[in-house]
C-alpha cells in the first residue's frame, strides 16, 4: 500500500522533507550571514538555467499572451485534439531533465569550497546543490501547473462541466509528470556502505560510486587534485621527531615510491587512495617545494568522469539535433499547430539549457587547454558576422522597395472602408426589420373577411 501511495505521490514529498531538515540544521550550525553568501555564491554558476527559468513564469503568468496560449491547447483537448497537450508534457519532460543535470554540472565546475572551508560551510553548500537541481527539475511543471490554474478560473466562458474536465485532465497529468519525474530522481533503491551509495534510475546517483565520491567533494571537477601531508619541519621538538620518522618512509625512499605513494594500495586504505586514473605532475616538487606541506599534484582526466560526460553528451547532443530540426521544419507543414506555442517555449528553453551545458563541456573539459572558450569564440563570430553581413534585402543600395504608405494615409483608407462596411450592415439591418416587423404584424392582426380588424394580443 505504501508503494502505491508513493508512485501516486511521487518522491517529491519525502526528498522535500529531507531538505527541510538539512536546511534547519544548517541554520543551527551557521549564522544567516554566512548561509545567504554561500546560497548566493553557489547560485551564481547557473545563470544560464534561471534566466529561463524566470522568464517562464513571466510568459505564463504575467503575459495574458501566455495564459491565452495554455487556453488553447485546453480548448485543443475539448475538440479531443490529444496533440498540444502531449507535446506540452514533452516539453516540460525534456526542459526539467536539462535543467537539473546542467545545474549539477556548473556546480560541479565552478565550486572548488571543500578544499578551504569548514565542513559545516561545505555541507550547506552540497544542500544549496541539491536543491536547486530539485527546484529546477520540478519548476517548469510546476510553473505550468500554477499557469493553468489560473486560466481556470479566467476562462469563464466555458461550460462548467467541459471546464472543469478539461482542466482537471491537465492538471492530472501534471501532477502525474511531477511524479514520475520524482521517482526517477529521488527514489533510492540498493544498500549504502563504506564507499557505497544508494541509487536512482537518474540524477547524481546514477552515476558510479567513485565519480560520486569526488563530485561530492566540491573540488572542482576539472581543477588539480592535491595530496597534502605535513613537514616535520612545522613541529616542536618530541613531535617533530616522531613525524620525521614517518615522513622517512617516502622521503628517503626510492623516486618511484615517492611518486606513488598516495596511489599505491599497499599504503593507503580504499577510500582515501588516489585514483590510479590520475596522473602525476610537478614531479620535481614533490620534495623540494616550500611551504609546510608536501605536495603530489594530480590532473584529472576527462574519462574519470564517464558517466557524468556521457549524460551531458547525451543532453546536449539531443538538443542541438531537436534545435536543427525545429528550424528545419517548413513552415507549411502543420506541425507546429499540432505541437502548440506553450511546447514549443519548453522545447526552445530545453534546447538552450543543453546547448549551453555542452559547451560549457567543451571549454572546461575537451579544450581546457586552449587559450580562448569556446563561448568567447562564438560571441566574437557572432558580432562580427552580424556587422558585416550586409546580403539583407534591405541593407542592398540597389534594391528597389515598394513606396510605404504613410500611416495616416493608412488609417484614413481603413477608416473609409469600416465606414462603408457600418453603412452595409445598417441598410442589412433595417431591411431585416422591416421583414420581422410585417411577419410580427401579420401574427398579432387576424383579418375577419368583411369585418374589422380583431387583435389577437394588446398592441
Given at each position: 500500500?505504501?508503494?502505491?501511495?508513493?508512485?501516486?505521490?511521487?518522491?517529491?514529498?519525502?526528498?522535500?522533507?529531507?531538505?527541510?531538515?538539512?536546511?534547519?540544521?544548517?541554520?543551527?550550525?551557521?549564522?544567516?550571514?554566512?548561509?545567504?553568501?554561500?546560497?548566493?555564491?553557489?547560485?551564481?554558476?547557473?545563470?544560464?538555467?534561471?534566466?529561463?527559468?524566470?522568464?517562464?513564469?513571466?510568459?505564463?503568468?504575467?503575459?495574458?499572451?501566455?495564459?491565452?496560449?495554455?487556453?488553447?491547447?485546453?480548448?485543443?483537448?475539448?475538440?479531443?485534439?490529444?496533440?498540444?497537450?502531449?507535446?506540452?508534457?514533452?516539453?516540460?519532460?525534456?526542459?526539467?531533465?536539462?535543467?537539473?543535470?546542467?545545474?549539477?554540472?556548473?556546480?560541479?565546475?565552478?565550486?572548488?569550497?571543500?578544499?578551504?572551508?569548514?565542513?559545516?560551510?561545505?555541507?550547506?553548500?552540497?544542500?544549496?546543490?541539491?536543491?536547486?537541481?530539485?527546484?529546477?527539475?520540478?519548476?517548469?511543471?510546476?510553473?505550468?501547473?500554477?499557469?493553468?490554474?489560473?486560466?481556470?478560473?479566467?476562462?469563464?466562458?466555458?461550460?462548467?462541466?467541459?471546464?472543469?474536465?478539461?482542466?482537471?485532465?491537465?492538471?492530472?497529468?501534471?501532477?502525474?509528470?511531477?511524479?514520475?519525474?520524482?521517482?526517477?530522481?529521488?527514489?533510492?533503491?540498493?544498500?549504502?556502505?563504506?564507499?557505497?551509495?544508494?541509487?536512482?534510475?537518474?540524477?547524481?546517483?546514477?552515476?558510479?560510486?567513485?565519480?560520486?565520491?569526488?563530485?561530492?567533494?566540491?573540488?572542482?571537477?576539472?581543477?588539480?587534485?592535491?595530496?597534502?601531508?605535513?613537514?616535520?619541519?612545522?613541529?616542536?621538538?618530541?613531535?617533530?621527531?616522531?613525524?620525521?620518522?614517518?615522513?622517512?618512509?617516502?622521503?628517503?625512499?626510492?623516486?618511484?615510491?615517492?611518486?606513488?605513494?598516495?596511489?599505491?594500495?599497499?599504503?593507503?586504505?580504499?577510500?582515501?587512495?588516489?585514483?590510479?586514473?590520475?596522473?602525476?605532475?610537478?614531479?620535481?616538487?614533490?620534495?623540494?617545494?616550500?611551504?609546510?606541506?608536501?605536495?603530489?599534484?594530480?590532473?584529472?582526466?576527462?574519462?574519470?568522469?564517464?558517466?557524468?560526460?556521457?549524460?551531458?553528451?547525451?543532453?546536449?547532443?539531443?538538443?542541438?539535433?531537436?534545435?536543427?530540426?525545429?528550424?528545419?521544419?517548413?513552415?507549411?507543414?502543420?506541425?507546429?499547430?499540432?505541437?502548440?506555442?506553450?511546447?514549443?517555449?519548453?522545447?526552445?528553453?530545453?534546447?538552450?539549457?543543453?546547448?549551453?551545458?555542452?559547451?560549457?563541456?567543451?571549454?572546461?573539459?575537451?579544450?581546457?587547454?586552449?587559450?580562448?572558450?569556446?563561448?568567447?569564440?562564438?560571441?566574437?563570430?557572432?558580432?562580427?558576422?552580424?556587422?558585416?553581413?550586409?546580403?539583407?534585402?534591405?541593407?542592398?543600395?540597389?534594391?528597389?522597395?515598394?513606396?510605404?504608405?504613410?500611416?495616416?494615409?493608412?488609417?484614413?483608407?481603413?477608416?473609409?472602408?469600416?465606414?462603408?462596411?457600418?453603412?452595409?450592415?445598417?441598410?442589412?439591418?433595417?431591411?431585416?426589420?422591416?421583414?420581422?416587423?410585417?411577419?410580427?404584424?401579420?401574427?398579432?392582426?387576424?383579418?375577419?373577411?368583411?369585418?374589422?380588424p380583431v387583435y389577437s394580443y394588446p398592441v
Open positions: 500500500m505504501k508503494s502505491y501511495v508513493n508512485a501516486i505521490l511521487g518522491s517529491f514529498v519525502p526528498a522535500f522533507e529531507k531538505g527541510i531538515f538539512e536546511i534547519r540544521f544548517s541554520f543551527k550550525r551557521l549564522t544567516v550571514r554566512t548561509l545567504v553568501h554561500d546560497f548566493i555564491s553557489v547560485a551564481a554558476s547557473i545563470g544560464f538555467v534561471i534566466l529561463p527559468a524566470f522568464l517562464i513564469g513571466f510568459i505564463f503568468l504575467l503575459l495574458p499572451q501566455g495564459r491565452d496560449t495554455l487556453l488553447l491547447v485546453v480548448e485543443n483537448l475539448s475538440t479531443f485534439n490529444i496533440w498540444p497537450i502531449f507535446f506540452l508534457l514533452l516539453g516540460i519532460a525534456a526542459w526539467s531533465m536539462v535543467s537539473e543535470i546542467s545545474v549539477r554540472y556548473a556546480i560541479y565546475i565552478s565550486d572548488n569550497s571543500g578544499k578551504n572551508l569548514s565542513d559545516d560551510r561545505v555541507a550547506w553548500r552540497k544542500t544549496v546543490q541539491k536543491l536547486l537541481a530539485a527546484a529546477f527539475l520540478l519548476w517548469p511543471s510546476f510553473i505550468v501547473f500554477v499557469s493553468m490554474f489560473w486560466c481556470m478560473l479566467s476562462a469563464t466562458y466555458m461550460d462548467k462541466v467541459p471546464r472543469f474536465l478539461c482542466f482537471g485532465i491537465c492538471f492530472i497529468l501534471i501532477y502525474w509528470l511531477m511524479s514520475f519525474l520524482s521517482n526517477l530522481y529521488f527514489r533510492k533503491s540498493g544498500k549504502a556502505s563504506a564507499g557505497v551509495y544508494l541509487k536512482t534510475k537518474l540524477g547524481e546517483r546514477s552515476l558510479p560510486d567513485r565519480e560520486q565520491q569526488y563530485l561530492r567533494k566540491l573540488y572542482g571537477i576539472y581543477q588539480d587534485f592535491i595530496y597534502a601531508l605535513p613537514k616535520a619541519s612545522s613541529f616542536q621538538k618530541g613531535y617533530k621527531k616522531e613525524l620525521q620518522h614517518f615522513s622517512d618512509h617516502f622521503t628517503k625512499s626510492t623516486r618511484d615510491f615517492t611518486e606513488g605513494f598516495p596511489q599505491n594500495p599497499k599504503v593507503l586504505i580504499e577510500t582515501r587512495i588516489v585514483p590510479a586514473e590520475f596522473n602525476l605532475i610537478e614531479r620535481e616538487k614533490l620534495l623540494k617545494g616550500r611551504g609546510e606541506l608536501y605536495k603530489w599534484t594530480y590532473q584529472i582526466p576527462a574519462s574519470f568522469y564517464k558517466g557524468l560526460h556521457g549524460q551531458i553528451k547525451l543532453f546536449a547532443g539531443v538538443s542541438f539535433m531537436l534545435f536543427l530540426l525545429i528550424s528545419f521544419i517548413p513552415g507549411w507543414w502543420p506541425v507546429f499547430s499540432w505541437i502548440g506555442a506553450p511546447a514549443l517555449i519548453c522545447f526552445a528553453f530545453a534546447c538552450y539549457t543543453g546547448i549551453y551545458a555542452g559547451l560549457l563541456y567543451l571549454d572546461k573539459s575537451l579544450l581546457r587547454k586552449w587559450k580562448i572558450s569556446v563561448r568567447l569564440l562564438l560571441f566574437i563570430m557572432l558580432v562580427i558576422c552580424s556587422y558585416y553581413n550586409q546580403d539583407h534585402p534591405v541593407r542592398m543600395t540597389d534594391h528597389k522597395t515598394n513606396q510605404r504608405e504613410s500611416v495616416v494615409d493608412h488609417f484614413n483608407r481603413w477608416f473609409v472602408n469600416y465606414k462603408a462596411n457600418i453603412d452595409q450592415q445598417k441598410d442589412d439591418g433595417n431591411q431585416q426589420k422591416n421583414i420581422l416587423l410585417f411577419s410580427f404584424v401579420q401574427k398579432v392582426v387576424r383579418y375577419v373577411p368583411g369585418h374589422i
